[in-house]
């Protein structure tokens, strides 16, 4: 019998995303725990070096944290098809090097737009109120101070990053992924890989926002988005 999996998370933070888009694609059962974000009192007992942060998956007796690291790990656990790490060696470091700007990039910047002007904000503290959950959208404090503490937060962000315009940062996020796509199916090539994976977690994050129109207008993206959906319903059947 397997072992089973338990996925400990808040349901809009991207890189939860990223970990669940990865077991759904190779089609593995888990279990997802919603965690409270003051308390986190859910998560299980973590390694001493472990940040109290989600996602953290639990795979019977072990237990794993870190986003880009689960989906490093996730073939020597569920060796099934598709593979989330390249045999070949150009293209296993072009896919991780491509999986940690999803995380230092397109996922930095997206909050920047979701809060980036007060219709935004405020549009932004509706969707998140009717989900009903903390979340990586709301940011430390927003639940009392609403669209203000969100704009201040895009606005550090912005800042962190040497940048002013949130829309601009992701325009060029998109236009790189695109960029690198070319006319190929996935990200790296010809292979879906865990750069594929992550960038599709990004983006299923955004779903109830207006910037996933945005995304999703672009054909390229769109295609490759559609391809990435098909491969996550033949797993699903
Ligand atoms: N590098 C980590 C980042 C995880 C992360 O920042 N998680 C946020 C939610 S989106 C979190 O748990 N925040 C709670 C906190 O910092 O107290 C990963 O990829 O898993």
Not at 55 to 69: A, C, E, M
Not at 99 to 119: K, N
Not at 179 to 198: I, Q
Request: hydrophobic residues 45%.
């Amino acid at each position: 019998m397997n072992a089973p999996v338990t996925l400990y998370q808040f349901t809009l933070c991207p890189f939860c995303n990223k970990v669940r888009a990865a077991l759904d694609l190779k089609g593995v059962e888990y279990q997802m725990i919603e965690v409270s974000p003051r308390t986190k009192v859910e998560l299980p007992e973590l390694p001493e070096a472990a940040p109290r942060k989600v996602p953290v998956l639990r795979i019977g007796d072990r237990v794993l944290y870190d986003s880009t690291d689960i989906l490093m790990e996730l073939d020597g656990f569920f060796p099934q098809e598709p593979r989330l790490l390249p045999a070949n060696e150009k293209m296993k470091a072009s896919a991780e090097e491509i999986e940690a700007w999803v995380d230092e990039q397109f996922i930095r910047a997206l909050p920047t737009v979701i809060y980036g002007s007060w219709a935004n904000a405020a549009r932004a503290a509706r969707t998140i109120g009717r989900a009903g959950k903390f979340s990586f959208f709301q940011g430390v404090g927003v639940k009392v101070g609403g669209p203000a503490v969100m704009r201040l937060v895009a606005g550090r962000i912005l800042k962190k990053a040497g940048r002013t315009d949130g829309r601009a940062w992701v325009t060029e996020c998109l236009d790189q992924f695109e960029a690198w796509l070319g006319d190929s199916d996935f990200v790296c090539g010809t292979e879906m890989t865990l750069a594929d994976v992550a960038m599709l977690g990004g983006i299923t994050c955004v779903e109830e926002f207006p910037i996933y129109e945005d995304i999703l207008s672009r054909p390229r993206i769109a295609a490759w988005h559609a391809r990435m959906l098909g491969l996550r319903q033949t797993a699903a059947a």
